[in-house]
């Protein structure tokens, strides 16, 4: 007889599914909350001064990493340099940004582990974890779609810890947890 944690019994597919369904709606939860104030901020007039067209797409996903806690890395910016993090500060989105990633993770976790029936800490804790399968995916791909180069100055989120950080540790972390909440709730 088994146990409900084989491996063969783990929601690969699931999960996985649910990490890159949470890091696209993160990214459309952001674009939704700042690609207004984006689209009409120096920084994307000063690229479009210079590269002709908006970057609106790219700077939301700037501030979408922000919101990982990852930084944005430049190269080839002597005289100007933008902050590393748009979120917060005086001049920053509102903090409660930083919330977004955590919450959707959570949500996740709690759907898979309440989708495969999960009823051990363990079992949904696994569970959930495993939405990093489909979260880092993504999350290393967008540290390159969202770079913005201009002349020869360009600036990305941090490829390292954009996988390290964005892709591994917040769906291991809040996925995980939101899975131990669907083994402990009805």
Known sequence: MSSPTDAESRPYVESAAAGVGAWVLGYLVTYLLVATEIESSPLNDLIEFFGGDSATY????????????????YTGIDLFSPPPSFVGGEDGFTALLYVVPPALLLVGGLAVGRYRGVTGANEGAVAGALLAAGYVLPSAAGAFVFTVSVGGAAGSPDPLTAVVVAGLFYPLVFGALGGIAASVTD
Do not use: K
């Open 58 to 73: 790219e700077l939301v996903g700037w501030v979408f990493y922000n919101a990982h806690l990852v930084d944005v890395t």
